[in-house]
């Protein structure tokens, strides 16, 4: 079966996912998160792409990323890919696939799901109940967007900017969006959008998206989901 294209639209923000091969571990060792920033940072670089957040988790990671051309996001994730997996292999005397196929990604309306987005890929630690906070775990970007920490792969997004008129402020209003847990519509929302890669956003922006690209790139009315994307469909992310 041919693969479905990708949804890209200009100057419009992909949450990536990608996971290890059947579920396994992609990070043995802190200084594999390190390197794997490292190879993010030069591949977002390479390939123009900007990165808003991501969180580095046991056997996946997340991305919120706006790639300049079409095929900006892919180059930049085969690179990457390839980076850290030699890396890995090398390190770990093995050999074979680290990751599980392609990676997923689903369009993101700016206005209005954006920050959500954010705030779910930087939460997925504690949801995981690996911490209590999301600025006790290292491997996400909250710590930067939320408290101004250097982080060479991130560039704010015009919508976190709008949240103040300086640093300062921005990071306040982008903590006080912590203040309460993600309700689990929106949840939902997130996961089934890019289970299926297909758009979060309003109704209109969908349809907005479709007329654009003059195709349908919504799924359909469904029926009962297989068994394998019943269980991707409800994992927590």
């Known amino acids: 079966m041919a693969r479905k294209p990708r949804i890209f639209l200009p100057e419009t923000p992909q949450h990536v996912v990608q996971r290890g091969n059947n579920r396994e571990p992609c990070f043995f060792a802190e200084e594999d998160h390190h390197y ?3 190879c993010l940072s030069e591949a977002a670089k390479k390939y123009d792409c900007q990165i808003h957040a991501y969180a580095l988790m046991t056997n996946h990671v997340h991305l919120l990323v706006t790639p300049a051309e079409e095929y900006a996001l892919s180059g930049m994730m085969q690179s990457l890919g390839r980076c850290y997996v030699r890396y890995v292999n090398h390190t770990y005397k093995r050999t074979g696939t680290l990751w599980e196929g392609r990676y997923k990604a689903s369009l993101v309306q700016t206005e209005n799901y954006l920050l959500v987005c954010s705030r779910y890929i930087e939460l997925n630690p504690v949801r995981a109940t690996m911490v209590e906070t999301p600025g006790e775990y290292k491997w996400t970007s909250y710590n930067h967007n939320a408290w101004g920490k250097e982080d060479a792969c991130i560039t704010e997004h015009e919508m976190y900017r709008h949240l103040g008129n300086d640093a300062v402020q921005q990071q306040h ?9 993600m309700n689990n519509d929106a949840l939902h929302e997130i996961r089934d959008a890019l289970n ?11 349809e907005k998206v479709e007329g654009i690209l003059n195709r349908r790139v919504q799924p359909g009315k469904p029926g ?4 394998e994307e019943e269980a ?3 994992e927590a992310y």
Do not use: D, N, Q, V
């Open 224 to 227: 009962r989901p297989r068994i």
């Open 232 to 234: 991707e469909l409800y």
């Open 196 to 206: 299926h890669e297909a758009i979060l956003g309003s109704g209109y922006f969908k």
């Open 173 to 181: 209003a982008y903590r006080e969006l912590f203040r309460h847990h």
């Open 36 to 38: 794997y920033l490292e």
